[in-house]
């Protein structure tokens, strides 16, 4: 997402990115749950996959899970 250029040193921001989106990606498989009133109400759609805390934009419904240092950097927005 992000548009910033790097100024220097960017040999190895392309694959800084990967490995972080990389990590995002199985972090999220391993954390994210799907919301259960999506599964409930919208069975055929794809479920919203909520990280701790994280809210379903379609219900409000709220993960009752707490944050943890393993999640936390998930929420924060992609900033190199
Ligand atoms: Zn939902």
């Given at each position: 997402?992000?548009?910033?250029?790097?100024k220097?040193?960017d040999y190895d921001?392309?694959?800084?990115?990967?490995?972080?989106r990389?990590?995002?990606?199985?972090?999220?498989?391993?954390h994210?749950?799907?919301?259960?009133e999506?599964?409930?109400?919208?069975?055929?759609?794809?479920?919203?996959i909520?990280?701790?805390?994280?809210?379903?934009?379609?219900?409000?419904y709220?993960?009752?899970?707490p944050?943890?240092?393993?999640?936390?950097?998930?929420?924060?927005?992609?900033q190199?």
């Open positions: 997402m992000s548009r910033r250029k790097p220097d040193d921001y392309g694959d800084l990115c990967r490995d972080l990389e990590a995002r990606k199985t972090a999220r498989k391993a994210g749950l799907p919301c259960p999506c599964l409930r109400l919208l069975p055929k759609a794809h479920p919203t909520l990280l701790p805390q994280q809210r379903c934009k379609i219900h409000g709220r993960d009752p899970r944050r943890t240092e393993d999640t936390e950097y998930l929420h924060k927005k992609e190199l």
